[in-house]
Structure formats: structure tokens, C-alpha cells
């Protein structure tokens, strides 16, 4: 971490740009907390590595401060379970100003009044949100694009579309993206730094609030109920035509039936 000076009053003043670095690995990290040293926090795991931090969310999501390149790779490697390439990613520089407002000054800019830990846990939980939507962001609009050419086909040439595997799937994709978003990431629930330090409440809102984090989560969740929505009525649909095919069969099958009943009467 870069070299600090101190002002009148004994607040360390970071003249350098602290780096932050967050990335998102996956959909669960399994964390083995007994490995690490200096813990400050179990939930998130937090921990200071060299002169810097680390903040890990058991959904996948990792928020380095202050850490040089070294020493992100040796927390990947030993708490990464096999996860190299990033899902999602996001670098900004953290400004250390005892005397100005907290929050984001500029894109990839954020300003605090110190680097202290109950600070880093409220910045890691808006950077691990943040990714963590964004890459349930790009899902939701993948899903979009697979429901628009069954939707087109409905509306233009009113057949109802094939597949009800594909559909079903479409359900679970959107029924799980749910899941991520509102129980996983909990995205409108506060960090429990904040219950410990209820000054820093004004930090957190104006994070919150600059990168809509609630927003994003509400509409991420409308999204996925309307996904939900569209395939249970394409799924309806199916199972509608197919109960009329085999209905139509039935009646097939009880003519053939009769037909076969009455030449036989005939012949005998």
C-alpha cells in the first residue's frame, strides 16, 4: 500500500490511489476460514494480507484493497477453489481525503475520510453486489434474446412454439436467477458493518445509490418474473395442444373401434 502521511489530528492521508480490484469467480465459494490470518470479519470473510485487504462472499465474489498483483493471486490460489478467469471484474482507485465527502467523486474514482476496516467492508459489499448483478444482468438479456424468436413466432404466425424441454429450462434458468439475486446477494439487505458503525450509514446510501444497487436488483427481478411468465405460457400451451392431439386420438381409436364392431356384425 502506498506511503501515508499524517495530518494534525492523526488521520493518516494517503496521498497515492489505493487500487481495488473486484472480481467474481462464480456462484459459491466454499471458504475455509481457519487458513486465514488477521480475520476482521466471518460474514464476509475479511482479513488483512500484507498492507491491504480482502473481502470474500461466500457467492462467489472477491474485493481486493491495496493489494499488489502477487498477493491477489496467492488469495486466489488459496481460497479461488480452482476459479482463474474472473466472471465478472471491476478496478477503481480508492482516495483517502480526511476532510472531503465520501463517496464516488468521478467513474472509478471512490473518496473516503480513512482506510479503515468497517469502510472497506461497506465498500467490498457495493463492489461485490455490483458484479454480481452485472453478470445476472447479461444472463437475464441471453434469456431475453431465446424466449424473443418463440415470441415473434406466436404473435406473427400464431403456432405455438416447439420444444417444451427448451422452455422448461428457460422456467429453471429464471427461477434460479431469482434465487441469486434476492436470496444469495440479498441485494436491498445492508452490510452488519453498519450495525457496529451507524455513521457510516451516509457512506453506504451514497454508494449505494451511485452505483443502484436497488434499482438494478428490482428490475433484474421483474425481468426474471416475466421470463418466469412467458415460458409457463409457452409451456401452457404445449401441454394444451397435446391434450387435444391426444384427445383427437381417443376419438380416432373409438371410431376405428366401432367401425371394426360393426363389420363384424355384418360378416356373422
Same mark, same amino acid.
Given at each position: 500500500?502506498?506511503?501515508?502521511?499524517?495530518?494534525?489530528?492523526? +488521520?493518516?492521508? @494517503?496521498?497515492?490511489?489505493?487500487?481495488?480490484?473486484?472480481?467474481?469467480?462464480?456462484?459459491?465459494? =466454499?471458504?475455509?476460514?481457519?487458513?486465514?490470518?488477521?480475520?476482521?470479519?466471518?460474514? %464476509?470473510?475479511?482479513?488483512?494480507?500484507?498492507?491491504?485487504?480482502?473481502?470474500?462472499?461466500?457467492?462467489?465474489?472477491? +474485493?481486493?484493497?491495496?493489494?499488489?498483483?502477487?498477493?491477489?493471486?496467492?488469495?486466489?490460489?488459496?481460497?479461488?477453489?480452482? $476459479?482463474?478467469?474472473?466472471?465478472?471484474? #471491476?478496478?477503481?482507485?480508492?482516495? +483517502?481525503? %480526511?476532510?472531503?465527502?465520501?463517496?464516488? =467523486?468521478? %467513474?472509478?474514482?471512490?473518496?473516503?475520510?480513512?482506510?479503515?476496516?468497517?469502510?472497506?467492508?461497506?465498500?467490498?459489499?457495493?463492489?461485490?453486489?455490483?458484479?454480481?448483478?452485472?453478470?445476472?444482468?447479461?444472463?437475464?438479456?441471453?434469456?431475453?434474446?431465446? @424466449?424473443?424468436?418463440?415470441?415473434?413466432?406466436?404473435?406473427?404466425?400464431?403456432?405455438?412454439?416447439?420444444?417444451?424441454?427448451?422452455?422448461?429450462?428457460? &422456467?429453471?434458468?429464471?427461477?434460479?436467477?431469482? $434465487?441469486?439475486?434476492?436470496?444469495? &446477494?440479498?441485494?436491498? #439487505?445492508? %452490510?452488519?458493518?453498519?450495525?457496529?458503525?451507524?455513521?457510516?450509514?451516509?457512506?453506504?446510501?451514497?454508494?449505494?445509490?451511485?452505483? #443502484?444497487?436497488?434499482?438494478?436488483?428490482?428490475?433484474?427481478?421483474?425481468?426474471?418474473?416475466?421470463?418466469?411468465?412467458?415460458?409457463?405460457?409457452?409451456?401452457?400451451?404445449?401441454? =394444451?395442444?397435446?391434450?387435444?392431439?391426444?384427445?383427437?386420438? &381417443?376419438?380416432?381409436? +373409438?371410431?376405428?373401434?366401432?367401425? @371394426?364392431?360393426? &363389420?363384424?356384425?355384418?360378416?356373422?
Amino acid at each position: 500500500m502506498p506511503e501515508a502521511a499524517v495530518t494534525p489530528i492523526g +488521520i493518516p492521508v @494517503i496521498d497515492t490511489p489505493v487500487p481495488v480490484h473486484a472480481v467474481l469467480l462464480g456462484d459459491r465459494l =466454499t471458504l475455509d476460514r481457519p487458513t486465514a490470518r488477521d480475520v476482521l470479519s466471518t460474514a %464476509p470473510l475479511c482479513f488483512q494480507k500484507d498492507d491491504g485487504y480482502v473481502v470474500i462472499f461466500r457467492y462467489g465474489a472477491m +474485493i481486493f484493497v491495496g493489494l499488489r498483483e502477487a498477493s491477489e493471486q496467492s488469495v486466489l490460489a488459496q481460497f479461488g477453489q480452482g $476459479h482463474t478467469v474472473p466472471l465478472e471484474e #471491476e478496478r477503481l482507485d480508492l482516495l +483517502i481525503r %480526511p476532510d472531503q465527502e465520501e463517496g464516488l =467523486t468521478s %467513474p472509478g474514482s471512490v473518496q473516503i475520510k480513512a482506510l479503515t476496516p468497517a469502510r472497506v467492508l461497506i465498500l467490498a459489499d457495493i463492489l461485490a453486489k455490483s458484479i454480481a448483478l452485472a453478470r445476472y444482468e447479461r444472463e437475464i438479456a441471453g434469456v431475453f434474446d431465446t @424466449i424473443e424468436p418463440a415470441a415473434n413466432t406466436l404473435a406473427v404466425e400464431g403456432r405455438v412454439p416447439r420444444g417444451r424441454k427448451a422452455l422448461l429450462r428457460l &422456467i429453471g434458468a429464471s427461477l434460479l436467477a431469482q $434465487h441469486r439475486v434476492s436470496g444469495r &446477494i440479498a441485494f436491498a #439487505e445492508k %452490510p452488519e458493518a453498519l450495525w457496529d458503525h451507524p455513521e457510516l450509514e451516509r457512506l453506504y446510501a451514497r454508494l449505494e445509490d451511485e452505483y #443502484e444497487i436497488v434499482e438494478r436488483g428490482t428490475l433484474l427481478n421483474g425481468k426474471v418474473d416475466v421470463v418466469a411468465s412467458a415460458a409457463e405460457t409457452f409451456t401452457d400451451m404445449i401441454d =394444451t395442444a397435446r391434450s387435444a392431439r391426444l384427445e383427437l386420438l &381417443i376419438v380416432i381409436l +373409438i371410431l376405428a373401434e366401432l367401425v @371394426i364392431a360393426a &363389420i363384424t356384425l355384418v360378416r356373422g
